[in-house]
């Protein structure tokens, strides 16, 4: 059956798209597989589980059924002149049979042979549709909400399956490569002046980054850096734009509404650093169907899946930002707000669970703190070491599940997490929401780089800060 299938749409599909056919025949099985594992294709229990040709057979049952077309999220196909009757009668269209009948009269005794002639003309025409509908319901029930199903995190060959298959940048898939190498800090006046929100030429200027991704990234990768999705103001780093301006960056990127988008990266914890970063700020606009790759860019080619060294150029989309931010980010002045007992919701360690993504020798003062030498000391009074390094094992893969929870900190009330310029916390919050969205974690943007700027006398615990050497 599948060989049918696979020679129908081969003869009605260009010479250079057998190929590409031939491809999704190949990698079918990894894709059935995926969708047994998430839960899109259920095996029967008293069989042997999902084949290709049972994934055939079940479309051509569905091909021959006569059903009224219905709405939802079921397959539909071109069955409407797919009837029983043409199934037990080999009858012509009216049409021609107008036209035997004539012949019929003016040249007597033709009837049959040329009513036969056509009936297998048309027969076989019926049959080539039938292998059409069949295989295009194949492909769609392969791949029909498979971005719905995506989880938050995803390993490289669930993303592996996604490239082969074709689906990114086509069946609603968008990937970024959110690579990034931490520069100075930008003088703001002039960013401001110069820069502010001008994307096309800031993606023009080029960069570091932006030269490692085009020598190697995964298949299909658009090149989505948090320096330029954010702005360097007078306290923070990374600044959060308005949604009405940042919504035309990701539309540069080519995003259209409700398409779902896969994060990766290379470097620090696992190459997920960054691109975790650029997760959390998608986050704050508005963007729900979003995936880490856990691993990044080193899992991935550790794998020894594709790389591409051609760098990735689509139209612009039509995505829209949603103003989220204060949902999913507190800003300083929120976190010394004071209630009518003069208390700082910062001192409120009874009602939320602050934690600090730095590494713990950070947090603990026994090495350079990345803050200033005047600051007093290494952390702020009340907050819990949590590093966001520690959430990556050995293999630069994400711990299990268990393993991260019981890494946060005991509690039913809401996180709020810092390090020094909201990256580290960026990281920690994707990955704790994603296995225990209970958390409701928030960070604070400016971080501590923020904090000794304005209030240092914050930072008042821990050891004295060691000072870069």
């Not at 479309?59 to 999220?73: I, L, P, R, Y």
């Not at 612009?316 to 208390?343: C, H, M, S, V």
């Not at 991260?404 to 990281?427: R, Y």
Request: with cysteine; proline share 6%.
């Amino acid at each position: 059956m599948i060989q049918n299938v696979t020679e129908g749409v081969s003869n009605i599909l260009s010479a250079e798209k057998v190929r590409g056919w031939k491809l999704i025949i190949k990698t079918m099985p990894r894709i059935i597989d995926y969708g047994r594992s998430e839960g899109i294709l259920q095996s029967k229990a008293d069989g042997p589980g999902f084949n290709i040709p049972g994934i055939v057979l079940a479309a051509q049952e569905e091909a021959h059924a006569v059903k009224e077309t219905k709405n939802g999220d079921k397959v539909n196909l071109p069955t409407n002149d797919i009837t029983v009757m043409h199934e037990a009668i080999p009858f012509l269209p009216v049409p021609v049979a107008l036209v035997c009948l004539f012949l019929n009269i003016v040249i007597p005794g033709s009837e049959f042979i040329r009513n036969e002639m056509f009936a297998v003309q048309y027969r076989e025409a019926l049959q080539q549709r039938r292998q059409e509908a069949v295989a295009t319901a194949a492909i769609e029930a392969l791949t029909k909400n498979m971005s719905g199903a995506l989880k938050k995190i995803i390993d490289a060959k669930t993303l592996q399956s996604l490239v082969a298959a074709g689906s990114i940048n086509k069946e609603g898939i968008r990937l970024f490569d959110c690579t990034f190498f931490p520069t100075q800090y930008p003088d703001y006046r002039r960013f401001k002046e110069e820069s502010y929100g001008k994307f096309p030429e800031l993606i023009a200027a080029g960069s570091r980054a932006y030269s490692a991704y085009a020598a190697a990234h995964i298949p299909g990768a658009v090149h989505c850096t948090q320096g330029i999705a954010t702005y360097p103001s007078r306290y923070e780093r990374f600044t959060y734009y308005p949604a009405d301006i940042f919504e035309q960056y990701i539309q540069l990127l080519g995003v259209h509404k409700d398409e779902h988008i896969i994060v990766y990266g290379r470097g620090p914890q696992g190459g997920m650093l960054f691109a975790g970063k650029v997760a959390w700020i998608l986050k704050s606009y508005g963007q729900e169907k979003l995936s880490l790759l856990d691993g990044g860019l080193e899992n991935w080619t550790k794998n020894k899946f594709e790389l591409s060294n051609q760098p990735i150029q689509l139209p612009k989309g039509d995505w829209t930002a949603k103003d989220r931010i204060g949902d999913f980010n507190i800003p300083y002045e929120e976190l010394l707000q004071k209630d009518a007992d003069g208390k700082e919701f910062i001192e409120k360690i009874d009602e939320c669970r602050f934690v600090d993504a730095r590494v713990r020798g950070q947090f603990d003062g026994t090495e350079d703190s990345g803050l200033d030498p005047y600051v007093p000391a290494t952390r702020i009074h009340g907050f819990t070491s949590m590093p966001s390094a520690e959430l990556v094992n050995q293999e630069g893969l994400l711990k299990s599940e268990q393993e991260i929870k019981k890494m946060i900190p005991s509690g039913s009330s809401p996180v709020v997490a810092i390090c020094n310029l909201g990256v580290q916390a960026s990281l920690l919050s994707y990955v704790m929401d994603s296995v225990d969205s209970t958390t409701r974690p928030r960070i604070y943007p400016g971080s501590l780089k923020e904090m000794e700027k304005r209030n240092p006398k914050k930072i008042s615990a821990g050891k004295a800060n060691i000072p870069p050497q």
